[in-house]
């Protein structure tokens, strides 16, 4: 997600440089022992440290007023990024409350914003195929079919290494958020990519800027595959892949519950968005309507 824009105002009259907001270092502690992902914990300091310098004030001691006119002044921000900027401040003010860090929680005046619904863009099946068919390195296309038919996002395609694959029962295991552990059944072409990859060790090491030993970073994953889109002029991102998988899964006549595990879904109400982008679903739904048949 990208860091959040300065108003022109801001921009024209630059606030002075804040201290580090007070308890962030505690809070990046709390949410490193809850094992959310390093991601989150790096976007949501932020997105906290961009509103104690745009605002200059110490976000602890910050009111109602105060971050309903900071969240007001970005109006560039989309309705998806303000929601979720707000749940970050959430988070944030809720733990310094239950921390009796402050005697208040101020988002309980500020409200819920609410998220826009979020359909999937999967690639199409013509694209996806023109993707696996473009001249590729063996690891972007491994990376592409752990995404395509597996379903795994960039930052479990980074930390895949040859202990997650069992090649006699046909297996991967994923490490999702929160340390969370899945098995995934491979598919034929995934099965036939592993075969080729170690059997030990991370199957994508980061470069000589990162520490030896070190998996590549998600950005990585996500740069190299959005690449190989680009040359072969498929349209839409990695995550693209992902919801090809669920999608597809969905039309092909799996279960709703299925494909909630495949995708390694909390909730099945996330898993429920991907029936609204099932076109063929709907369009065989109303194709089916034989009105003079039933009247005969």
């Known amino acids: 997600?990208?860091?959040?824009?300065?108003?022109?105002?801001?921009r024209k009259n630059p606030p002075m440089e804040t201290p580090r907001p007070l308890h962030l270092d505690d809070w990046e502690v709390h949410q490193s022992a809850a094992r959310l992902?390093?991601?989150?914990?790096?976007?949501?300091?932020?997105?906290?440290?961009?509103f104690a310098n745009e605002t200059e004030l110490q976000p602890a001691h910050a009111q109602p007023i105060d971050i309903v006119r900071w969240i007001a002044s970005h109006d560039e921000w989309s309705q998806s990024t303000a929601a979720t900027y707000h749940s970050y401040l959430a988070a944030w003010f809720k733990w310094l409350h239950t921390q009796d860090l402050r005697a208040d929680n101020p988002m309980l005046k500020v409200g819920t914003p609410k998220y826009p619904d979020r359909l999937p863009r999967p690639v199409s099946d013509r694209d996806l195929l023109i993707l696996l068919t473009s001249r590729m390195r063996t690891k972007t296309r491994v990376m592409v079919l752990l995404a395509a038919l597996a379903g795994l996002r960039v930052h479990e395609i980074a930390k895949v290494s040859g202990e997650d694959f069992d090649l006699d029962d046909h297996t991967l295991r994923v490490r999702g958020k929160g340390g969370r552990i899945a098995l995934i059944p491979l598919h034929p072409l995934l099965l036939e990519a592993a075969a080729t990859m170690p059997r030990r060790g991370h199957w994508f090491p980061a470069n000589s800027r990162l520490p030896a030993g070190e998996h590549v970073r998600s950005r990585s994953v996500s740069d190299v595959v959005g690449r190989a889109m680009r040359r072969a002029k498929v349209a839409g991102t990695p995550h693209s892949l992902r919801h090809w998988f669920g999608t597809t899964l969905l039309d092909d006549g799996a279960?709703?519950?299925?494909?909630?595990?495949?995708?390694?879904?909390?909730?099945?109400?996330?898993?429920?968005?991907?029936?609204?982008?099932s076109d063929i679903r709907r369009n065989q739904a109303v194709e089916r309507l034989r009105p003079f048949d039933r009247a005969a």
């Open 255 to 277: 279960d709703l519950r299925t494909v909630q595990e495949l995708l390694r879904h909390r909730s099945l109400a996330t898993t429920q968005i991907y029936t609204k982008v």
């Open 1 to 10: 997600m990208n860091f959040p824009r300065q108003s022109a105002a801001a």
């Open 37 to 50: 992902a390093r991601v989150t914990i790096t976007e949501r300091i932020r997105v906290i440290t961009a």
